[in-house]
């Protein structure tokens, strides 16, 4: 069953000329910086951090931040800045934070001390996911994207043994190397803030969440990949010996709320805002800079049911609003009509969070705030109650492997 | 097998502990080839030319074509100390001349400097490793794809038969996996700093071994004024620059190019 509900926005940079974006291929990376303007991003900030605000009062568990670089699609170059000043702005819900891109620091103990100042500032209120990153930040941040994984993974062990081992020690690993780990900022949660890996399906982030027994938050996938994310957790879970639960799955959906199907139905649009997709424009080798996908995962079944479905995660092939709707990667309506949508996601992921990704692109604040209303009202109470008296477990779709 | 109708074999060979893709031709003198940070697409007309003289010796380096990856090798001064114990694993006899192209030319440099008994010569073509003048950049490999990669090493892909051989129309989807791979091990030599070393043009100070830097006037991926630098450092070294030429001048020009080499390695020919 459906345990907590969060609330999500890229809090995209909306004011950039997408005919200039159009006519280069991309929109994001080399995009040229001379398309933002500090005193627009200003308001839009004010817009986001209202609604975030607004939100965990009324009743959102609390809200999901990320962070990417060099992209309009976000304003969030800095999960830890956004997150610090929900820390002190917002008095309840938890900060969801998917995530710190760990790949990218040169120095990853700044993340521990950062993670454990925000922590305290909220009174234990963050979640703490990782990420690999996209494909261009490896590139805007310039950390060599072969060793993204490795990268990945030290520095996570880094931030765990800075949390939870007495200090002083030393650290010597291949990518990161510390004469003394002794941060005197440790976080108020312990051992430490629950630990969430979010992702676009890859199967090796997949395995290893599974393997950290941390849950595996989805990132708004076509619903028809969701057995594979999750038979490859189970199966790994059950080598490490132990059942998945609900609370072992975390799902964002992108999903759009209005008084009429109609209207939500083209609100929803604004999902599709930058040049008719959800994450922008760029070149494969961007997106897939060398050695970001392994052969192994090139060479996967998993990762081709991903990468050949209809998706619109970034690199994915185009997709149109209809079909975002149909493979449930949106979902919009009256309450419901998304009730009822959200219930047939509900049957087949059994996701003990989920994160509604619940504006974008240029939705006006009132319709936004009108959306988060009903939400709260309506889409949230009787989310966590469906199935709260039944039997828990996924129902499997099982068309994965032919879809 | 006869050198002169272009005769080669591929094999595979156990060297300095890995498995590794090798093209021979030739049964002169033993010559080195060292490929580039594109890899080696196959037995170019520049080879079968070379093998009319020497016995050519074009490995696929460790992570390159079909040749097998080890994580250590995560430098070009690793990848320098491997070909010098490939050299000693296969017997050739030292001291043999090399041709090194490009981050191939840096790792024969990288040679030279601490091991003068390994070359007798050395051919620079396009090095990779030295820093351009202020105000030039070495092209960014990885902000482009592969694609536009190959046609940027020739200054006039269209009339270059052998980029119409190896990347034209024939390209399948193996050949790009594989450029993929190829990419992926020259990120993992050169992609910080990138196409350079800090201390690389003070060090070329101590090559004892003759040398000649080769260039394409064309050259869009390192500049033509590099080569220069190369000149300068390296004691006693000459420099050519060849015409109509970019940053691959054995597939752009492999006449010239084996004429200019020819010249060098075999003067009283």
Not at chain 2, 54 to 74: C, D, H, K, M, N
Not at chain 2, 137 to 154: M, P, V
Request: charged residues 20%; contains cysteine; proline residues 8%.
């Amino acid at each position: 069953m459906v345990k907590e509900v969060f609330f999500f926005t890229e809090m995209g940079y909306t004011a950039y000329p997408q005919d200039d974006a159009r006519q280069r291929g991309y929109n994001n990376l080399m995009f040229p910086n001379e398309h933002f303007s500090p005193e627009r991003a200003r308001e839009l900030y004010a817009m986001y951090f209202d609604e975030l605000l607004y939100c965990s009062e009324t009743g959102f568990d609390g809200v999901m931040i990320n962070e990417h670089h060099n992209n309009p699609l976000s304003m969030m170059p800095s999960v830890n800045v956004i997150g610090s000043v929900l820390a002190r702005t917002t008095r309840k819900g938890k900060i969801v934070f998917l995530g710190n891109v760990l790949p990218i620091h040169e120095n990853p103990l700044r993340v521990a001390e950062e993670v454990a100042m925000i922590d305290i500032l909220s009174g234990g209120r963050v979640v703490c996911g990782f990420v690999r990153g996209l494909g261009q930040e490896s590139i805007a941040t310039n950390v060599n994207p072969v060793y993204n994984r490795e990268r990945f993974d030290e520095a996570h062990n880094v931030i765990i043994a800075a949390w939870t081992r007495p200090g002083p020690f030393r650290w010597e690993g291949r990518h990161f190397e510390y004469r003394v780990v002794n941060p005197w900022m440790k976080p108020l949660q312990k051992p430490h803030p629950a630990i969430w890996i979010p992702g676009v399906v890859s199967p090796e982030s997949v395995r290893w969440a599974a393997e950290h027994r941390y849950p595996y938050v989805a990132l708004a996938p076509p619903l028809h990949v969701i057995d594979e994310i999750y038979d490859l957790y189970d199966e790994v879970a059950q080598q490490a010996g132990y059942t998945p639960t609900s609370e072992n799955r975390g799902y964002v959906i992108r999903v759009c709320v209005a008084d009429t199907d109609e209207e939500a139905y083209e609100q929803g649009r604004h999902f599709f805002w930058q040049l008719g997709t959800s994450f922008g424009i760029a070149p494969k080798h961007w997106l897939q800079p060398p050695g970001y996908v392994s052969r192994e995962a090139r060479a996967s079944k998993r990762e081709a049911i991903r990468v050949g479905a209809v998706n619109i995660t970034p690199g994915g092939p185009p997709l149109s609003y209809e079909e975002a709707h149909a493979t449930y990667q949106i979902v919009s309506g009256n309450p419901d009509t998304v009730i009822k949508k959200l219930q047939h996601v509900i049957d087949v992921v059994d996701p003990g969070y989920m994160i509604f990704w619940g504006r974008e692109g240029l939705m006006s604040h009132d319709v936004a705030i009108r959306g988060i209303d009903l939400m709260t009202k309506e889409v949230i109470p009787a989310v966590k109650a469906y199935r709260a008296d039944r039997e828990q477990g996924r129902r499997r779709l099982g068309l994965a492997a032919t879809g | 097998m006869s050198a002169t109708n272009g005769a080669f074999t591929e094999t595979f060979v156990e060297a300095a502990g890995l498995r590794i893709q090798l093209r021979r031709g030739g049964d002169g003198p033993p010559l080195l080839i060292l490929h580039g940070e594109l890899g080696v697409p196959g037995w170019l007309s520049a080879y079968a030319q070379l093998a009319e003289h020497f016995t050519v010796y074009v490995p696929s380096l460790p992570g390159f074509g079909q040749s097998s990856r080890p994580e250590w090798i995560a430098s070009v001064r690793d990848l320098a100390a491997w070909v010098s114990w490939f050299a000693r694993d296969l017997k050739l006899p030292a001291p043999l001349p090399v041709i090194g192209s490009s981050v191939g030319g840096w790792v024969a440099a990288e040679i030279a400097i601490v091991n003068s008994a390994l070359f007798s010569k050395l051919v620079l073509v396009a090095p990779a490793g030295v820093p351009p003048d202020d105000g030039q950049i070495i092209w960014d490999y990885f902000l482009h794809s592969t694609r536009d990669a190959f046609a940027r090493a020739f200054a006039d892909p269209a009339g270059a038969p052998e980029y119409a051989r190896f990347y034209g129309e024939g390209w399948t989807p193996d050949d790009d996996r594989q450029a993929e791979w190829n990419r992926e091990m020259a990120a993992r030599l050169i992609w910080k700093p990138y196409m350079r070393s800090h201390t690389l043009s003070t060090l070329l100070g101590g090559v004892a071994t003759p040398t000649l830097v080769v260039w394409g006037r064309q050259d869009a991926i390192i500049p033509v004024s590099v080569g220069e630098r190369w000149a300068r450092a390296i004691p006693g070294a000459t420099a050519r620059v060849l015409d109509r030429c970019g940053h691959a001048p054995e597939l752009e020009r492999p006449d010239e190019f084996v004429h200019t080499v020819r010249e060098f390695l075999l003067p009283q020919a």
